[in-house]
């Protein structure tokens, strides 16, 4: 019998006796119930026993219970406030339970994302990224990793790794992710791929060394300027690229520099892989261990092979004439600097030339630039012939070219010898024919030396000393060569202090028109006067035309010179027209090539005729023969434009220059004026006489007014009045005058001829 059988047999028992009204008796008589009485006792004591122990398990298991709930809520306080956000979500991707440290990321409160969806919290762009992951792990039931933005209304999206593993639940499958905030590796994601970027895509060479100088990293400019591929450098030593064109010596300084200032930057020669060597410009940097050791070596460099190039064509351009490839002016001056300091140091004396091309405009102007560029090199190829390799030449411009003799030896007359011979080679040499263009030019140069240090030791003096020379040179029939003379340098000053002079005399108005009449051979009259002007010199009188105006045209000042005549003579011819006493019909004017060249020169006509009023029969310009060569078409042009305005074009000094029948065919000319060397010997040259005489018969011919200028006598006077010529100007007449004076003169005579005097003239 069990004990549950027995134990409800002795209940049975139990009650039955129970249910006897005098119990002690039945006790009394009853064994059985002795023993089930005894039985009970036991039982009863058994069952406090167990109701003790009972007790005592229900008190442990109070404890257990206790100690199990703090395990919870320890563990869920852990949940809540672990490292990394953690999240349960449904198949649906409903939130079943989400981490306080998650919630917080997204600044939302638990209750208000449990029983969201995810996914709205993923950022739109990864969406597709968190979709495939939820796909992998629903199919495959295993753990998935991915990374992807989150975001909120409030929180702008910020990267997240997240492992994901699918758990088997019996309302369904569950996705218990694990999230960890990877913004900060994310970010340096970015730098570590934009550093990499920008190494290999920086212009510059990068090269990374060990400390050892074994390259570990090289970029991609390197690879492109050096023709080595990443492979073939990479372990390699820095060496690979040595040039061999710098000693141990360079290397050893530059990695000492590096160690030592943590830097380097220089110029080096490199390498490339098809051992060419080219130059870079380079700077070295330590990247130190924070113990100070050197960790790296990082070298950034260019290839300047062509800042090379172009830094010598811009010296090229800037000390170099680009015509003739010599020196120009600047080098010359430095070189003419070194020779004079050479020269003092070493007691040597130098020679500086400057030599022109004799009538090169000429040929520029009428064979053109081309031709003219042709010969400017073909001199100076010439002019390299006759000098030695230490002597200099140099083109200043034009036609102008220097030569630097140094080092001529301690003798001055040596010297000067050396020098000459120099001077006869170049002479020769440069009159050799010269075949340009099918075009066979003969030329002859003009040159002025100056020897230094004896006749001066400041450059400024040398070039001026030279060129004055070379000056005389020209004066004096050209072809030639010159040395400078003591008289040569006061010369030079003189010439300096004119000008100065003359633009006192532009400034302070002391210039002053004279007049000289031309007289008409038939009539008697006086037609017209020839402008010429003074200048009224302070503490010094009067200074004539020869002294300054060829000084004036070298220096320019002839432009506004010659304005101020134009517009003097205009201003006298007006004030006759103002008040109608006219006895002399017009005034002629000297013109002088550079202000005939002037651009404006038609249009400055124009407006000194307009301003004064003047009609242009009342207005002659004097023109030379070189005004008439220089520049043909142009010359051509604008002297058709001054007849057309109605003004009257003579030839000044006829006969001492080209006179060439050419211009006097084609040229709209009217007057020709014989000039006053012929007239002065025509009684005692035959030669004079025959020239005199064929120029009035040639003017005759061509229909042209003809004028002898500088008749002085009697005897001149008759026989250009028989041989035919038209009216003449001299001091048989007069003198040139102020106007005022000249007027008391004409009337004068003009009442001794109405009175019948016989007048010499
Ligand atoms: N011995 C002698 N001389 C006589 C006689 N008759 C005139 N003369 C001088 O001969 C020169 C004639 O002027 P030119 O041939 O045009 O030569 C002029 C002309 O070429 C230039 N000139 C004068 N004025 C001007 C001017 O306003 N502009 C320019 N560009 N040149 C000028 O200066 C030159 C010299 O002028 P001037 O000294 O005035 O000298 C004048 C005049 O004084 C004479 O019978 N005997």
Do not use: C, E, W
């Given at each position: 019998m069990s004990k549950g059988e027995k134990f409800s047999e002795l209940r049975k028992k139990t009650e039955d006796i129970l249910k006897v009204t005098d119990h002690s008796a039945v006790i009394e008589n009853n064994i059985d119930i002795v023993r089930i009485l005894d039985d009970i006792n036991t039982y009863r004591m058994e069952l406090e026993r167990k109701n003790e122990e009972l007790q005592l398990a229900n008190a442990e298991l109070s404890i257990l219970q206790e100690m199990l709930k703090e395990e919870i809520s320890v563990h869920f306080r852990h949940y809540d406030i672990a490292p990394v956000g953690y999240v349960t979500l449904d198949t649906n991707n409903q939130i079943l339970e989400i981490n306080q440290t998650l919630?917080?990321?997204?600044?939302?409160?638990?209750?208000?994302?449990?029983?969201?969806?995810?996914?709205?919290?993923?950022?739109p762009d990864d969406q597709d990224i968190f979709y495939f992951c939820c796909i992998k792990i629903i199919n495959e039931k295993k753990f998935q990793t991915c990374e992807l933005r989150l975001h909120t209304k409030t929180i702008s999206p910020f990267w997240v790794h997240l492992d994901c593993a699918p758990e088997h639940h019996k309302k369904g499958m569950r996705i218990h992710i694990a999230i960890s905030d990877i913004s900060h590796l994310k970010t340096l994601e970015q730098d570590l791929t934009l550093s990499a970027s920008v190494l290999d895509e920086c212009a510059e060479m990068i090269i990374v060394t060990a400390p050892d100088y074994n390259i570990i990293k090289v970029n991609k400019a390197f690879v492109q300027t050096t023709g080595f591929i990443k492979a073939e450098t990479l372990g390699k030593n820095y060496s690979i690229l040595q040039s061999g064109k710098h000693n141990e010596q360079f290397y050893q300084d530059m990695w000492a520099s590096l160690k030592l200032n943590k830097n380097w930057q220089g110029e080096i020669w490199n390498k490339r892989k098809n051992g060419e060597i080219y130059p870079e410009w380079i700077s070295l940097t330590t990247v130190s261990n924070p113990d100070?050791?050197?960790?790296?070596?990082?070298?950034?460099?260019?290839?300047?092979?062509?800042?090379?190039?172009?830094?010598?064509?811009?010296n090229f351009m800037a000390y170099y004439d680009p015509l003739t490839g010599l020196p120009n002016r600047i080098l010359l001056q430095d070189r003419l600097k070194q020779a004079l300091v050479q020269a003092h140091r070493n007691r040597q004396h130098g020679a500086v030339f400057i030599l022109d091309i004799d009538h090169f405009k000429v040929i520029n102007d009428s064979l053109g630039h081309l031709i003219g560029d042709d010969l400017l090199q073909e001199v100076a190829k010439r002019l390299s012939d006759c000098i030695r390799e230490e002597d200099t030449i140099s083109r200043l411009g034009g036609d102008e070219f220097v030569v630097l003799l140094a080092d001529l030896g301690e003798d001055k007359k040596n010297a000067i010898s050396h020098a000459s011979s120099v001077a006869e080679k170049i002479i020769h040499t440069i009159s050799e024919p010269i075949i340009t263009q099918e075009n066979k030019l003969q030329i002859t140069v003009s040159i002025g030396i100056v020897m230094f240090p004896d006749d001066t030791d400041q450059i400024i003096d040398l070039m001026k000393l030279a060129d004055n020379a070379m000056y005389k040179v020209k004066q004096s029939g050209r072809n030639n060569y010159k040395f400078v003379t003591p008289s040569l340098q006061k010369e030079a000053d003189e010439r300096l202090s004119v000008q100065h002079g003359l633009h006192d005399a532009l400034n302070r108005d002391l210039f002053e028109l004279?007049?000289?009449?031309?007289?008409?051979f038939i009539t008697q009259a006086v037609s017209g006067a020839e402008a010429l002007i003074r200048w009224q010199k302070p503490n010094s009188g009067l200074v004539y035309p020869d002294d300054f105006i060829t000084i004036s045209e070298e220096s320019g000042l002839i432009v506004p010179i010659g304005t101020w005549v134009l517009e003097e003579a205009c201003r006298q011819i007006s004030s006759w027209n103002t008040h109608k006493k006219q006895?002399?019909?017009?005034?002629?004017?000297?013109?002088?090539?550079?202000?005939?060249?002037?651009k404006n020169f038609i249009s400055e006509m124009q407006r000194i005729m307009l301003n004064h009023n003047i009609q242009p029969q009342q207005l002659e310009l004097e023109l030379t023969e070189s005004i008439l060569i220089h520049n043909l078409d142009e010359t051509k042009r604008k002297l058709f434009e001054l007849r057309e305005m109605g003004i009257r074009l003579a030839i000044d000094d006829f006969g001492t220059g080209y006179s060439s029948l050419q211009y006097l065919k084609n040229l709209p000319i009217d007057v020709i004026k014989i000039d006053q060397s012929f007239i002065n010997d025509?009684?005692?040259?035959?030669?004079?006489r025959a020239i005199v005489q064929t120029i009035i018969?040639?003017?005759?011919?061509l229909n042209l007014w003809v004028v002898a200028e500088g008749v002085v006598n009697q005897e001149q006077y008759e026989f250009l009045k028989e041989k035919g010529c038209d009216s003449y100007q001299g001091y048989y007449y007069s003198k040139p005058m102020p106007m005022a004076e000249l007027l008391g003169v004409i009337q004068d005579k003009n009442s001794e001829l109405s009175a019948g005097i016989n007048i010499k003239y």
């Open positions: 919630a917080s990321k997204l600044t939302l409160h638990k209750n208000d994302l449990l029983g969201h969806l995810f996914n709205s919290l993923v950022f100070g050791s050197p960790a790296y070596y990082i070298s950034v460099s260019s290839d300047i092979t062509q800042r090379k190039k172009d830094a010598q064509q811009i004279f007049y000289q009449p031309q007289i008409n006895l002399i019909s017009f005034i002629s004017v000297n013109m002088s090539v550079r202000q005939f060249q002037q025509i009684l005692l040259d035959v030669n004079d018969s040639l003017a005759k011919n």
